[in-house]
């Protein structure tokens, strides 16, 4: 195995935990601005990871995928998610329960777009202002989805790819309606009150199954189409 490749696992590591961070931080942030101060009393409104790190969402799970391979364990398949320690939201504390807390939630996943948008506009300048830019960004994009020895990568364009990769992992992920993911809160707010009890009963072990192979298909179907775009856009920038 090249050492590149390896690097580029370190890579995708540190772009996961500082992603699930700015996921989790976005909750705490948007709760306290909407009247819940809990999260901020916990001091998860910050990007330190000593206060968002779930032992296994963040640290083993994510090590198995990017780091399995290294050991001849690749049983998911290239699948690049995670989860951080939950945010805690109590929705007495909001004016509109259930507006505010459909709006916290979404906050998490919406800062993962934002990161996706901020890597691409990267991209677009870099391609911009390097010689020869346009191709650079464009094979080093391409590149950074293939082992790392095949081809000279760019430190800067990967990170930025392996940013736009794996936020839109996040950001699918975590929009799938399975506990306790944040798609299934919003569910939630729209199931009436029977349905609610039985939705509450799913979690332990099945939303683990269910995490893993249905939102790691789901995933896998979405991912492509989403980084062809990112590709098309770069390619006519």
């Known amino acids: 195995m090249q050492s590149a490749d390896f690097i580029k696992a370190l890579f995708e590591f540190v772009v996961l935990i500082f992603s699930l961070c700015v996921h989790e931080c976005a909750h705490a942030w948007m709760a306290s601005r909407l009247g819940d101060q809990t999260a901020r009393m916990q001091g998860r409104v910050t990007l330190n990871p000593m206060y968002h790190v779930d032992p296994i969402g963040t640290l083993l799970f994510p090590a198995i995928m990017i780091f399995g391979p290294f050991i001849g364990?690749?049983?998911?398949?290239?699948?690049?998610?995670?989860?951080?320690?939950?945010?805690?939201?109590i929705t007495r504390n909001f004016k509109r329960i259930t507006r505010d807390d459909n709006l916290t939630t979404f906050a998490g996943p919406v800062s993962n777009l934002l990161i996706v948008l901020v890597a691409f506009a990267a991209l677009v300048i870099a391609s911009k202002v390097i010689p020869n830019g346009h191709m650079v960004v464009l094979s080093s994009f391409v590149s950074t989805f293939r082992p790392a020895g095949a081809m000279?990568?760019?430190?800067?364009?990967?990170?930025?790819?392996?940013?736009?990769?794996?936020?839109?992992?996040?950001?699918?992920?975590?929009?799938?309606?399975?506990?306790?993911?944040?798609?299934?809160?919003?569910?939630?707010?729209?199931?009436?009150?029977?349905?609610?009890?039985?939705?509450?009963?799913?979690?332990?072990?099945?939303?683990?199954?269910?995490?893993i192979f249905v939102g790691g298909y789901i995933l896998r179907m979405l991912l492509g189409p989403a980084l062809s775009l990112i590709y098309l856009g770069l390619l006519h920038s």
Request: with cysteine.
């Open 73 to 89: 364990f690749n049983f998911f398949g290239g699948m690049l998610v995670g989860w951080a320690k939950p945010t805690p939201v």
């Open 152 to 211: 000279q990568l760019q430190p800067l364009i990967m990170l930025c790819t392996l940013a736009i990769l794996i936020n839109l992992s996040l950001l699918f992920f975590n929009l799938l309606p399975i506990p306790p993911l944040d798609g299934s809160r919003v569910l939630r707010n729209m199931l009436p009150y029977n349905a609610v009890q039985t939705y509450d009963r799913i979690g332990g072990w099945l939303s683990y199954l269910l995490m």
